[in-house]
T-cell receptor, first 115, second 112 residues
Framework: EAQVTQNPRYLITVTGKKLTVTCSQN?????MSWYRQDPGLGLRQIYY???????DKGDVPEGYKVSRKEKRNFPLILESPSPNQTSLYFC??????????????FGEGSRLTVL | QKEVEQNSGPLSVPEGAIASLNCTYS??????FFWYRQYSGKSPELIMF????GDKEDGRFTAQLNKASQYVSLLIRDSQPSDSATYLC????????????FGSGTRLQVQP
């Protein structure tokens, strides 16, 4: 089954305790991205990756890191989480088709609470 | 000014009626437009995309795009209670980074 898998789905942590949210896709997609979703603000892009070893900042990258060492995996790292990073996080992937932007396939989401 | 404007709703329609959802955008360079459906507590799923002016139909769904007026709409015919969800519009510009800009979504309630 084609899917994007995120873990953990739910996490409560404390300020400053490093955490990683994993994301893996089995569709051989070149493009992967992380979004956060907050009430009234919609989905905002954190980081994206066009291919292995190629990553770049989205609209709200502060406080986050990513890496893309393998095509299928794109982990999101919070080095020192703060309460304003409490949010619902989505990983998404997309096939790299010329002229086509945005047919994103989303993971199930990871709800993070930072106390 | 927000880049994508959607009425947050809720939009309430009776079962069997046509639901009309609207979205305006500010980026005149936008090339592609999408409608995603998101059930409560779930991830967004793509239901329609449109690249050219005019209408595009897929089953009970019709997407309408008017680039000159910078709006895109989604019509849902014969609305069902299972259509109750939040509908997100999104557009992609020619940025080269394949980012979508999402609206905050319109919550649709279909009353049985």
């Amino acid at each position: 089954e084609a899917q994007v898998t995120q873990n953990p789905r739910y996490l409560i942590t404390v300020t400053g305790k490093k955490l990683t949210v994993t994301c893996s896709q089995n569709m051989n997609h070149e493009y992967m991205s992380w979004y956060r979703q907050d009430p009234g603000l919609g989905l905002r892009q954190i980081y994206y990756s066009m291919n292995v070893e190629v990553t770049d900042k989205g609209d709200v990258p502060e406080g986050y890191k990513v890496s893309r060492k393998e095509k299928r995996n794109f982990p999101l790292i919070l080095e020192s989480p703060s309460p304003n990073q409490t949010s619902l996080y989505f990983c998404a992937s997309s096939p790299r088709l010329a002229g086509r932007v945005g047919e994103l396939f989303f993971g199930e989401g990871s709800r993070l609470t930072v106390l | 000014q927000k880049e994508v404007e959607q009425n947050s709703g809720p939009l309430s329609v009776p079962e069997g009626a046509i639901a009309s959802l609207n979205c305006t955008y500010s980026d005149q360079g936008s090339q592609s437009f999408f409608w995603y459906r998101q059930y409560s507590g779930k991830s967004p799923e793509l239901i329609m995309f449109i690249y050219s002016n005019g209408d595009k139909e897929d089953g009970r769904f019709t997407a309408q795009l008017n680039k000159a007026s910078q709006y895109v709409s989604l019509l849902i015919r014969d609305s069902q209670p299972s259509d109750s969800a939040t509908y997100l519009c999104a557009f992609g510009g020619d940025t080269g980074r394949r980012a979508l800009t999402f609206g905050s979504g319109t919550r649709l309630q279909v009353q049985p």
